[in-house]
Every structure is written in C-alpha cells, then in structure tokens.
C-alpha cells in the first residue's frame, strides 16, 4: 500500500529534490514548512513552534521525515524554538496521533568536537559532542527520538548528514559528502527497515576520503552509489590540500567548532 509521508522543511535545500526523488520509491507526499512550497498549493505553511498546526499535520501519515528548522548556527532563542521546541511538538503530535516512525535529519555537528585522529573510521555509536547550538539541538532531537522508541514504541532513524548538496564544494565536503540521490536512498532504507526502534546512522556517500564508518545504515538497506573523490580533482586545485592545522581537518565538524552565536 502507498505510504503516506509528512516531509516538514520541504521548502529547503534537501526537501527540493526529496519533491521529486522519493515518490518514485512508492511515496505519497505532504508537503509542510513555514515557507511557501514553489510549485506545491496543496502544501501546508506553519511554524513548527505551533503544537496544533503540528499535529494537523501530522494526523493521517504513516511516518515523517523530520527536516524543517534552523540548519546552521543561530542565537540560542531562535534554536531553542524552531529546533528544540519544533522537535519536541513534532514527536508529541507522532504519539498523540499514534504515528510510528519518524526519520530525524541529525547532523555531523551533534558529534562535530569528535578529533579526526586518522585511527579507523569513525562509527555511530560515539557520545555526543555538539559544536554549536545548532549541534546541541540535534542531540536533544537524537535524545527525543530515544524516549520516544522506549517509552511510546515510536521508531525513529537519526540520520546524521554529513554535507548534503548537488555536488561537494569543499575539501572537507571530499570526505563529508552525501549525494542527494543517496540521501534519498537511505531516507527510504530508514523508512523501510524492520524494528529500528531508535537507530542512530551515520549519513555519507561511499565516499573514498571518508572519516565515518557507515555500517550501522549498511544494516538498514542503504547502499551508497556516489563517491565525492570524482569532484576531486576540480575541488583540489581550487583550495589545494586541507591544511592539517586548520579545524576542518582536526574535527569532524570542521568550522563549526569555530563559530560564535549571533546574539
Ligand atoms: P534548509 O535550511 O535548506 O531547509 C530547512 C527548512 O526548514 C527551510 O525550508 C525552513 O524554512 C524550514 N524551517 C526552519 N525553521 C522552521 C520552523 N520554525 N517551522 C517550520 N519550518 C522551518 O536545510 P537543508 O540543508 O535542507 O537541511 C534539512 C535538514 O537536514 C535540517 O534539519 C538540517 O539541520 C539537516 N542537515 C542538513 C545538512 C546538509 O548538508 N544539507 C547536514 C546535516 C543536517
Ligand atoms: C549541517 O548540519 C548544515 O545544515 C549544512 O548546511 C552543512 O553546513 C553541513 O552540516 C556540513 O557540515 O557540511
């Protein structure tokens, strides 16, 4: 039977080509952000600091790919109501609603203090160590999704993305890279795998240059087809080799570590 998915963020960078890349996969899409959908009238506008729009919006899925709210660093206001609070409506209205599986768009900055030490891949199981406010609001969404399985049965994949976008733009993005036609290939394997309860994944391309293991989302299905090392040569002789001094080399979440809030 077709699904029925809420895609909230859908007017964003990833929600633009999930439009058109997951309903070949078997999906019926609703659309929802607090922007204006282009192309989409029946999409539906709010904020997800509004618990009863939320949970409309919820009502009828069969699951929700979580992507809306702020994805950069931002004062700590406006992270705690679109990231945290939006969040935390979003899971009440999956339980009230008896919804029963989220995808929950993580990021590299819930762990983006973790050292690049060069020792082996790094896995999905490490303890979180966010490097902006913006990482510490997807720790609390990875902590949400965790006591919701538990405590209400709601499943949930934490998918922490890497550098999602058309293409890598960045020696860094050489090794953080997730193609947009992988992302929607591990999307649909969090969809679909059995008995997640709340699995955390690692999100990139089977990228040559990779710092993350991805055998945790390997296990759900996902099987990369992309790797960032064909934009390698173009991305090198632009910005040459990633000065090892510098913090995109040293952490996994590069220059994140290094910005300050606006206030
Ligand atoms: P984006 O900024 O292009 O899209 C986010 C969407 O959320 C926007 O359309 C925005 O209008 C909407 N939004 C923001 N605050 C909202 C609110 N209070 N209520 C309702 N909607 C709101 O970001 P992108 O790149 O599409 O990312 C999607 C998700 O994936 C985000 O949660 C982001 O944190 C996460 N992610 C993205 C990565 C990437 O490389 N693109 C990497 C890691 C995580
Ligand atoms: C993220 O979490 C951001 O949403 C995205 O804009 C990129 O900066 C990405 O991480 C990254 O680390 O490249």
Redesign the pocket.
């Given at each position: 039977m077709t699904q029925t998915i809420l895609l909230?963020?859908?007017?964003?960078?990833?929600?633009t080509f999930l439009r058109t890349q997951l309903p070949p996969y078997g999906y019926r899409l609703r659309l929802?952000?607090?922007?204006p959908v282009p192309d989409a009238p029946d999409s539906l506008a709010?904020?997800?600091?509004d618990a009863a729009a939320v949970r409309e919006a919820v009502r009828g899925v069969d699951a929700v790919v979580?992507?809306?709210?702020?994805?950069l660093e931002d004062s700590f206001a406006n992270i705690l109501?679109?990231n945290i609070e939006?969040a935390y409506n979003l899971y009440e209205a999956v339980r009230q609603e008896g919804v029963k599986r989220v995808v929950f768009?993580?990021?590299?900055?819930a762990v983006g203090f973790t050292p690049l030490t060069g020792e082996g891949l790094i896995g999905s199981d490490i303890p979180p160590r966010p490097d902006t406010y913006?990482g510490l609001s997807?720790v609390f969404g990875e902590g949400l999704a965790s006591l919701y399985a538990d405590k209400y049965g709601v499943e949930t994949v934490s998918i922490r993305?890497?550098?999602?976008?058309p293409e890598p733009r960045s020696p860094r993005a050489l090794a953080t890279w997730?193609s947009p036609a992988d992302c929607t290939r591990l999307i649909h394997a969090a969809l679909t795998a059995p008995g997640v309860g709340h699995t955390v994944v690692n999100g990139i391309s089977a990228n040559t240059r990779a710092w993350w293991d991805l055998s945790s989302a390997r296990a759900l299905g996902y099987e990369p087809q992309d790797d960032a090392e064909a934009y390698a040569a173009e991305i090198l002789a632009e910005h040459g080799e990633l000065d090892p001094a510098h913090a995109d080399a040293r952490l996994l979440g590069g220059y994140f570590t290094t910005v300050e809030p606006p206030v």
């Open positions: 909230t963020g859908a007017a964003g960078g990833i929600g929802a952000d607090v922007k709010f904020d997800l600091r979580h992507l809306g709210g702020i994805a109501g679109s939006g768009a993580s990021s590299n900055h913006y997807k993305i890497g550098s999602c976008f997730l």
